[in-house]
């Protein structure tokens, strides 16, 4: 064993030293005079471990460095890096360090002691927003949706606020780049929303359904701050957050703010909380996902405040009101509309200067236009359909060409149509470009622009249709087709949450549960036409579609652009599915 000693001054102007590799600075803001102080080095050959240790002369400060362990007066702290520096001011242990983000960046931070841990920055920021008298917020939901890793973004852009005052008054408004607005409120168990999507008001039976509405409008993270200030009124959103424990925890500046990052994985699923550290309320959600198809990212940001005056204003629930006769900018000329009502079938599709066909497993397109709503159905060669869109349509008859919106799930459409006799065209600018402002776009997205010839050039991102009204068959409603005046029967029984107490799954039977066995709740929330499944690790969300005329009864889901056909039969309190899983064969029996 050895042991050497030195004697050293430390200053207020930061003078330094070494302990093994690592510089260590001690700053003393107060003005008190220099001050000495002892740094020993002990070596212990047969353990192979070394001791560096410093005391000041005042007694103030007591250092010791073993292996990656500091101590801190008692404190403790872990050293990554061997070039890790150590600065303590006055009281105040900072230590820089170097951490590699999962995009690869690097960045310096201040390492957290060991005795903090992720439970206890969750349980402090739970206990936030379960005591906060009152909390206000105004952000933005950013979602980008790209069909590869490299392809250009399409960007959408949400703003939102919230209003909220315990017990239970809460005021959530979210709103497009359309203007277009999904508003909820409740006081206590009086529950409404407004979606200009679908005007009216409508009451449903929780707010778990409430924003549930917000998700397919949205998506990302409409309920997560609602669910964290009133946990026993959103049950699906608050247990949401505590499905996956956080992998990794790191620090991080989100405009000048300290923050708590705390990262969630499961699959191809990654969630990062930005938490301020001060506060302890959350500041940003990153999300990101890949699906068969396309890569989905969603950036939350919230700006936010607690305990602060909340006026009854703020709380009003104020849907916009009825559209006056001579509102004549968004009134769409009903005479025109009345042409274009009913089923059309596509005569010919062309995409980017190529006709799609039959033997590229295209068998068609089915538009159906009812009021001022659409659905979009796709036809494969076998006779099978899937649900493509839905949503709204906006007519303008004063220009030429005349235009048209499909305002549908995820974004808006622009084109332009002409109607002679029963053929009508259609020429649209397809998913690939993007209206996001040029400060926003990735280099290389198309711009979004509404087409001005019935064209569709060769490479570009048009879409040209040529449509024939379908003449609807009596005996359609017996051959078991899925139209929509036997549609609604059932859909008013399945409104409403429902959870999964059976399962069987390929001759095996029981409760929901992992793969490793252990049991889990599964639930489907049923709202108008949307599914929401919320699992342990996701939440979906799809559309479905209902035929009580066939026998058994059928139902249909569509997600992601891919539908299953499965069975159901309801009695009472109790709903039985059945899907194919492995094929696109709907079962016959359950």
């Known amino acids: 064993m050895s042991n050497s000693n030195m004697r050293i001054e430390l200053t207020p102007q930061s003078d330094r030293i070494t ?68 600065r303590i001011v006055d009281d105040r242990v900072e230590i820089t360090k170097v951490t590699t983000l999962p995009d690869g960046e690097r960045f310096d931070s201040q390492t957290l002691p060991d005795n903090i841990d992720v439970e206890q920055i969750v349980d402090r920021m739970t206990k936030v927003y379960a005591e906060c008298k009152s909390y ?36 959530f408004e979210i709103e497009n780049e359309d203007k277009e607005k999904l508003l909820i409120s409740a006081n206590e168990s009086n529950i409404q929303t407004w979606w200009d999507l679908e005007p009216g008001i409508r009451k449903p039976a929780s707010l778990d359904l409430a924003f549930a509405e917000g998700l397919g409008f949205a998506g990302g993270n409409v309920g997560h701050i609602p669910a964290l200030l009133m946990p026993q009124k959103l049950e699906v959103w608050e247990a949401s957050l505590k499905v996956v424990e956080p992998k990794r925890i790191y620090e991080r500046k989100l405009e000048n703010v300290e923050c708590y990052c705390l990262e969630f994985k499961f699959d191809e699923q990654r969630t990062v909380l930005w938490i301020d550290k001060q506060s302890y309320l959350i500041l940003q959600i990153e999300q990101s996902i890949k699906t068969e ?38 009134t769409i000329p009903e005479e025109e509309l009345k042409q274009l009502q009913g089923d059309w079938e596509s005569v010919s599709v ?12 295209f068998g068609g397109l089915l538009l159906q236009i009812k009021g001022n709503t659409f659905v979009i159905t796709e036809r494969k060669p076998n006779g099978e359909k899937s649900e493509v869109d839905t949503g709204r349509i ?104 429902w959870r999964v107490v059976f399962v069987e799954d390929s001759g095996r039977t029981g409760t929901p549960q992992m793969p490793d066995g252990q049991q889990v709740e599964i639930e489907f929330i049923f709202a108008d036409n949307k599914l929401t499944t919320v699992m342990p690790d996701r939440t979906s969300v799809a559309t479905f579609q209902l035929n009580p005329s066939t026998s058994p009864k059928s139902i249909d889901v569509t997600e992601n652009g891919r539908t299953k056909p499965g069975i ?10 059945c899907f194919s899983e492995f094929t696109d064969e709907r079962p016959t029996s359950r």
Request: negative net charge; charged residues 30%.
């Open 350 to 361: 062309t995409e980017g200067g190529k006709q799609l066909a039959t033997e590229n497993g």
């Open 136 to 171: 206000t917020d105004t952000g933005v939901i950013e979602s980008v949706v790209r069909e590869t890793p490299d392809s250009p973004n399409m960007i959408i852009d949400h703003s939102f606020t919230t209003a909220f005052v315990r017990p239970g008054r809460i005021r």
């Open 19 to 86: 302990l093994g590799t690592h510089p260590l600075t001690i700053v003393n803001t107060s003005g008190e005079k220099p001050f000495g102080g002892t740094h020993r080095t002990h070596k212990d050959r047969a353990a192979g471990i070394t001791t560096h240790s410093f005391e000041s002369a005042n007694g103030r400060y007591k250092i010791t460095l073993v292996d990656k362990v500091l101590t801190v007066n008692g404190e403790r702290y872990t050293l990554e890096n061997p070039t890790d520096a150590i």
């Open 568 to 577: 159901y039969d309801i009695e009472g309190d109790s709903l039985r599915v």
């Open 293 to 330: 198809d396309n890569y989905y990212e969603w950036r939350t940001t919230f700006n936010p405040t607690i305990n602060d005056n909340v006026t009854e204003q703020m709380l009003e629930f104020d849907p916009p009101s009825p559209r006056s006769a001579d509102d004549s900018a968004n």
């Open 394 to 497: 906006e007519i303008d008859i004063t220009t030429s060409p005349k235009t048209i919106d499909f305002i549908g799930r995820d974004e808006r459409r622009l084109g332009i149509y002409e109607l002679k006799d029963d053929l009508l065209r259609l020429c649209l600018i397809e998913r690939s470009g993007t209206d996001a402002p040029e400060e926003k776009r990735v280099p290389g997205s198309k711009t979004l622009k509404r087409p001005k010839t019935f064209d569709s050039p060769t490479g570009s991102n048009i879409m040209l249709m040529e449509f024939r009204r379908k003449q609807t068959e009596p005996s359609s409603q017996a051959q078991g087709g899925l139209l929509n005046d036997v549609i609604d029967d059932d859909q008013p029984l399945l409104q409403g949450t």
